[in-house]
């Protein structure tokens, strides 16, 4: 009765056990193992599938690794759970299960390669593991040309952060959701990559040029291609899911369209451009993040006054502006302009714009400093001196240099210091 009790425990708690693997993959970032071994239960990885994992270790000083713990790795060795969770860098799943005496063996296949931050060294090798979903090269030393890794299950890759150059490949794989090539040096022109699958699209921080008209990704949901050499009008993206878009650091100029492409858009970065204008084109859009600084925009900047209401984890409704992050500095922006938004959003930076205060001459010897705003203050200065009661818009001048520093109390971030006059 005894071992009839034992063989009915031991049946169930494998069978919780396999549905635990089967379900989850293992956490390649985590060394603890908090599983405990089953009796006559085994994992294996094909000499197919090691044999090509193993081209990167061969091929990219993998000696030298940051994290090595595993590898190179062994085909058809059998492991228990302990053993294989000692492998750094790689997520498994379950694809075959065969039974010797009373063992189950389980056969395992790669779905994901994570080799960021680890000392890799050279350029990628061709390889193949049809089954993976995810690689991510990240933060090493590759170099050479990105190859084109036709993997029909990869979803993600990530080469960000290495010394890639030529040209961003089209990649084959129609599942992939997730690409990341900022911080290389990539330049050309980027392909069609016509992918419907494509959420994220990251070409930051390289030399790439040339147009985005001929893109068609009707799922993207966030576009960096900040930091590059693009050029031209400030283009118009017909990505109706979009609601991440960042075009900063490159040499759009022109002005601000609406966006009305993009009714999703929450974020929105073209600093350090060289755009003019206004940008009353904004006001109907939904954003919470617009970050216009490092332009030569001016004119009247609309009042962000959007709200939406929100339940907290007590139930209660919170009603909050829209907008949460807004950056004008280094613009030709006066008081008038920043002051509907002063005191309203939350992280709102302004300071050090380009508008040049210039001291108006009129008769009988007055200067006049008069710039739009409603909450100014003034202060006169001669000869680099203070001139003690003199704060207002005009002053009397005698001999000597003039000039007026303006400064606002809805806006205390921000000084404007006016031309020197000589009397």
């Known amino acids: 009765m005894s071992k009839k ?15 635990f693997i089967v379900s989850c993959d293992d956490d390649v970032e985590d060394d603890s193992d908090t599983s405990v071994d089953v009796e006559g239960v085994y994992y294996r990885l094909s000499s197919d ?26 085909g058809n060795l059998k492991m228990k759970l302990s053993v294989l969770n000692t492998i750094k860098h790689i997520s498994t799943k379950v694809v075959d299960s065969t039974f010797s005496g009373d063992s189950t063996i389980y056969e395992l296949s790669i779905t994901a390669l994570n080799l960021s931050y680890n000392g890799l060294v050279g350029e990628l090798p061709s390889f193949n593991l049809e089954n993976l979903d995810s690689l991510n090269l990240g933060n090493n030393d590759l170099e050479g040309n990105i190859p084109d890794i036709d ?32 911080y290389n040096f990539l330049s050309g022109e980027l392909p069609p990559l016509n992918k419907e699958n494509i959420i994220v699209l990251d070409i930051s921080s390289n030399e790439i040029s040339g147009s985005l008209d001929n893109l068609s990704l009707p799922n993207l949901e966030v576009l960096n291609i900040g930091d590059n050499d ?13 609601k991440t878009l960042v075009l900063s650091k490159n040499k759009f100029g022109g002005t601000i369209h609406s966006f009305a492409e993009n009714p999703d858009l929450v974020k ?21 993040h617009l970050n216009l600084a490092d332009n030569n925009l001016s004119g009247n900047v609309p009042k962000f006054t959007k709200t939406k209401t929100i339940e907290n984890e007590e139930g209660n409704d919170t009603t909050m502006l829209v907008m949460q992050n807004l950056y004008l500095g280094y613009n030709n922006y006066s008081f008038g302009d920043l002051e509907p938004n002063a005191g309203l959003i939350y992280n709102y930076s302004y300071e050090s714009q380009k508008f040049e205060l210039m001291l108006e001459e009129k008769d009988n010897n007055v200067l006049s400093a008069k710039i739009d705003g409603e909450n100014n203050t003034y202060q006169w200065y001669k000869d680099n001196e203070k001139v003690v009661g003199e704060t207002g818009e005009e002053i009397t001048a005698g001999t000597g240099e003039y000039y007026c520093v303006v400064k606002n109390t809805k806006l205390p971030n921000l000084t404007i210091k006016s031309n020197v006059v000589i009397k």
């Open 268 to 288: 929105l970065d073209i600093s350090e451009n060289l755009l003019v204008g206004s940008i009353e084109n904004l006001i109907d859009k939904n954003l919470n």
């Open 151 to 182: 993997m029909p299950n990869l979803t993600f890759v990530n080469f960000s952060h290495n010394k890639y150059t030529g040209e961003v490949p089209n990649f084959s794989s129609d599942k992939l959701k997730y690409i990341d090539l900022n």
């Open 230 to 242: 693009f050029e031209g009008d400030l283009p118009t993206y017909n990505f109706p899911k979009l």
């Open 49 to 74: 599938e090691t044999s090509e994992a193993n081209k990167l270790y061969d091929s990219l000083d993998g000696e030298n690794w940051v994290f090595v713990a595993g590898w190179p790795l062994e």
């Open 5 to 19: 009790i034992n063989y009915l425990l031991f049946f169930f708690v494998s069978i919780l056990f396999i549905g």
